[in-house]
Nanobody
Framework: VQLQASGGGLVQAGGSLKLSCAASGRRNAFSIMGWFRQAPGKQRELVATITAGGRTNYGDSVKGRFTISRDGAKNTWYLQMNSLVPEDTAVYYC?????????WGQGTLVTVSS
């Protein structure tokens, strides 16, 4: 299984970006798919997760601004990020769970300018 994250970039505060994570290999097999982020000098933190059944969970700092979704047919999940603030600047990583195994994507940089 390989995960390929994309969609990061530079955006002004108040703007939007949409991240994508495309998984190769097993189709529709992941129990949980998600996004984490790591800002410089900080620990990696949860952004959002979505289960195979569609249940979502968000980190407190992004609730109401970010939306996670998935497309099973494309084996891809997304993170729509709205109302971005400079504190959202980080490398965003996608992650998936398959049984007891965990898989990480390579990360995509999101920079929000003030």
């Amino acid at each position: 299984v390989q995960l390929q994250a994309s969609g990061g970039g530079l955006v002004q505060a108040g703007g939007s970006l949409k991240l994508s994570c495309a998984a190769s290999g097993r189709r529709n097999a992941f129990s949980i798919m998600g996004w984490f982020r790591q800002a410089p000098g900080k620990q990696r933190e949860l952004v959002a997760t979505i289960t195979a059944g569609g249940r979502t969970n968000y980190g407190d700092s992004v609730k109401g601004r970010f939306t996670i979704s998935r497309d099973g047919a494309k084996n891809t999940w997304y993170l729509q990020m709205n109302s971005l603030v400079p504190e959202d600047t980080a490398v965003y990583y996608c992650k998936s769970y398959l049984g007891m195994a965990e898989y990480w994507g390579q990360g995509t940089l999101v920079t929000v300018s003030s």
